[in-house]
């Protein structure tokens, strides 16, 4: 089975500046996703950015972007440019690469306070 | 982005109703719809996978009795929560599978919450 693991509980930045959220996960698959997702306070669930396992170029989504280490089974998320909107609960998960299940593994969440 | 709806946003109802939470996928076929249930500030937790035309599988620990899925079409899948009681307050997310090996995504409903009374 798959595990998620998001150390931070909670963070807060000042506006304008860099954070970088941490997630580590554990599988034995070689072929999967990862996924940073964002839910702010209306809690609606948004995607903010995917990752092959397969490819090695770390995504990226305007101001967001992905360090993927794969072999250190590492998934950080570094907001740059901060803004107040970007206060949400940040979650990392996992699925499984091509199958019909589709799961995902979630992590506990990250809260994360941008503060003007 | 793909939409997925989600009916009602808001129920409140007594203790030992029934209640219905309708899930829709709006702009693509979903053979595949997830449940979750979320208290306040946790992650979310899968309740079951609704696949179309058939049972839907449920996470162990989850009565399947108690929270009924039916996937009758590719874009429809509903969960009814029967004999609801105080403890079945909370929220509850629904999220349809797009598949592909480069859009494997999973698009969330907006919620839903339950107080039961």
């Known amino acids: 089975a798959q595990t998620v693991t998001q150390s931070q509980p909670e963070m807060s930045v000042q506006e304008a500046e860099t954070v970088t959220l941490s997630c580590t996960y554990d599988t034995s698959e070689n072929n999967y996703y990862l996924f940073w997702y964002k839910q702010p306070p209306s809690r609606q669930m948004i995607l903010v950015i995917r990752?092959?396992?397969?490819?090695?170029q770390n995504a990226t989504e305007n101001r967001f972007s992905v360090n993927f280490q794969k072999a250190a089974k590492s998934f950080s998320l570094k907001i740059s440019d901060s803004q107040l909107g970007d206060t949400a609960m940040y979650f990392c998960a996992f699925m499984k690469y091509n199958t019909n299940a589709g799961k995902s593994t979630f992590g506990d969440g990250t809260t994360l306070t941008v503060k003007p | 982005g793909a939409v997925v709806s989600q009916h009602p946003s808001w129920v409140i109802c007594k203790s030992g109703t029934s209640v219905k939470i309708e899930c829709r996928s709006l702009d693509f076929q979903a053979t595949t719809m997830f449940w979750y249930r979320q208290f306040p500030k946790q992650s979310l937790m899968l309740m079951a996978t609704?696949?179309?035309?058939?049972?839907?599988?449920?996470e162990q620990g989850v009565e399947k009795d108690k929270f009924l899925i039916n996937h009758a079409s590719l874009t429809l899948s509903t969960l009814t929560v029967t004999s609801a009681h105080p403890e079945d307050s909370s929220f509850y997310i629904c999220?349809?599978?797009?598949?592909?090996?480069?859009?494997?995504?999973?698009?969330f409903g907006p919620g839903t919450r339950l107080l039961v009374l």
């Open positions: 990752q092959e396992a397969y490819k090695q």
């Open positions: 999220s349809a599978r797009r598949p592909g090996t480069s859009k494997e995504t999973q698009y």
């Open positions: 609704s696949n179309e035309g058939s049972k839907a599988t449920y």
